[in-house]
């Protein structure tokens, strides 16, 4: 079963640091693009950060220079180092990647992880 598994997340103090992973399982598969995105307490499911196949990465502005968005295509593995973190940073982180699974590139959500900040 393909699928994508979330680890990381927890509590962190305001200005702490937490790393989400992201990885690709069930059988013979790939990664390619990867996104991640926050739930906030009675918000609506924001992408905060991206990555593509190449590498390349995006950031929504409130996290810019804060966090990282980084993989490791051997692992299918797939990064969010989030850094300074603030109370703003509270919800729930998702990723949405794509994976290629016999020959078929399909749209998968990660189970979703905790992140707490707060003193």
């Known amino acids: 079963q393909v699928q994508l598994v979330q680890s990381g997340g927890g509590v962190a103090q305001p200005g702490g640091s937490l790393r989400l992973s992201c990885v690709a399982s069930?059988?013979?598969?790939?990664?390619?693009?990867v996104d991640w995105y926050r739930q906030a307490p009675g918000e609506d499911r924001d992408m905060i950060a991206s990555?593509?196949?190449?590498?390349?990465?995006k950031y929504t502005h409130s996290v810019k220079g804060r966090f990282t968005i980084s993989r490791d295509s051997d692992k299918n593995t797939v990064y969010l180092q989030m850094n300074l973190l603030k109370p703003e940073d509270t919800g729930v982180y998702y990723c949405?990647?794509?994976?290629?699974?016999?020959?078929?590139?399909?749209?998968?959500w990660g189970q979703g992880t905790q992140v707490t900040v707060s003193s």
């Open positions: 990555i593509d196949s190449t590498g390349q990465t």
């Open positions: 949405n990647g794509n994976i290629l699974s016999s020959g078929l590139w399909r749209a998968y």
């Open positions: 069930g059988g013979m598969v790939s990664i390619g693009a």
